[in-house]
C-alpha cells in the first residue's frame, strides 16, 4: 500500500477487512453492503452508487455510468466479484474516471482468494 495516498490505504484497508471477514464467494452487492458498513465505521466519506453523466459536444447524453463508490469526493471505486480481474474491468474504471474528471480509481476484486486491487490514475490532457 502507498502511504503516500492517505486516502486510497484507507479505502483498502476497509476491503482488506471486508475480504478477511467473507472471504471469496459472495455476489458483488454483498461486498457492496459490507463495505459501505467498513466506510461508515471507519469514518471514510463516500457516496455510493453515484449516477456519473456522459456528455458529447457539451450535451449530456441519456446514457450514463454508475459507480459503485465515490470516496472523499475524488476517488472512484469500483467492485467486483471475479474469480480474476481482466482488461474489461479496468476499462470500465477508466471510462469512470473519463466520465466524471476524477483522477483517481480503485478496482477491488472480492471474488479471489485475496483481495485483488488495481490503482488507476487517468489525468485528461
Known amino acids: 500500500m502507498d502511504d503516500r495516498d492517505p ?3 484507507a479505502i483498502i484497508g476497509a ?8 472471504g471469496a464467494g459472495f455476489l458483488e452487492s454483498v461486498y457492496q453492503e459490507a463495505l459501505s458498513l467498513e466506510l461508515k465505521d471507519r469514518g471514510v466519506p463516500f457516496a455510493a452508487e453515484v449516477e456519473l453523466p456522459i456528455h458529447y459536444k457539451g ?3 441519456v446514457t450514463f455510468f454508475r459507480a459503485d463508490f465515490i470516496c472523499y469526493g475524488e476517488v472512484v471505486v469500483e467492485l467486483k466479484a471475479l474469480r480474476t480481474l481482466s482488461g474489461v474491468e479496468e ?3 477508466l471510462n469512470y474516471l473519463k466520465a466524471t474528471g476524477i483522477e483517481r480509481g480503485l478496482l477491488l476484486n472480492f471474488g ?3 483481495l485483488e ?3 488507476m490514475v487517468f489525468t485528461a490532457r
Open 7 to 9: 486516502q486510497t490505504h
Open 15 to 22: 476491503a482488506m477487512e471486508v475480504h478477511t471477514e467473507l
Open 59 to 61: 450535451e449530456r447524453l
Open 91 to 93: 476499462s470500465q474504471l
Open 112 to 114: 479471489s482468494p485475496r
Open 117 to 119: 486491487v488495481k490503482r
